[in-house]
């Protein structure tokens, strides 16, 4: 079974930088694409960030990285703005054939406000 774990979120300055870590627990990590996602107060929750891609609000702002030795995903998040203000959830697919798995974690929140 796959369990998600988030962390890193918190309360930051407009302009400031927060990383968040997930990490990953079961079978091949390395088999997983992993992606993060958010929902702020009152919206859908929207994708942020994929190993190939970022939602137009992040892009230049946000990298999305991995550590296949730590069971890690990370998302750098720089030049944070109020309107990142959300919960973040790590995402983890598995794709065998036409099956897809995908696991979800519980979340952090990261606020921005001064």
């Known amino acids: 079974q796959v369990q998600l774990v988030e962390s890193g979120g918190g309360l930051v300055q407009p302009g400031g930088s927060l990383r968040l870590s997930c990490a990953f627990s079961?079978?091949?990590?390395?088999?997983?694409?992993m992606s993060w996602y958010r929902q702020a107060p009152g919206k859908e929750r929207e994708l942020v960030a994929t190993?190939?891609n970022y939602a137009n609000s992040v892009k230049g702002r946000f990298t999305i990285s991995r550590d296949n030795a730590k069971n890690t995903v990370y998302l750098q998040m720089n030049s944070l703005k109020p309107e990142d203000t959300a919960v973040y959830y790590c995402?983890?697919?598995?794709?065998?054939?036409?099956?897809?798995?995908?696991?979800w974690g519980n979340g952090t929140l990261v606020t921005v406000s001064s």
């Open positions: 190993s190939t």
């Open positions: 079961g079978f091949r990590f390395s088999s997983y694409a």
């Open positions: 995402s983890a697919r598995r794709t065998i054939g036409a099956i897809k798995l995908d696991y």
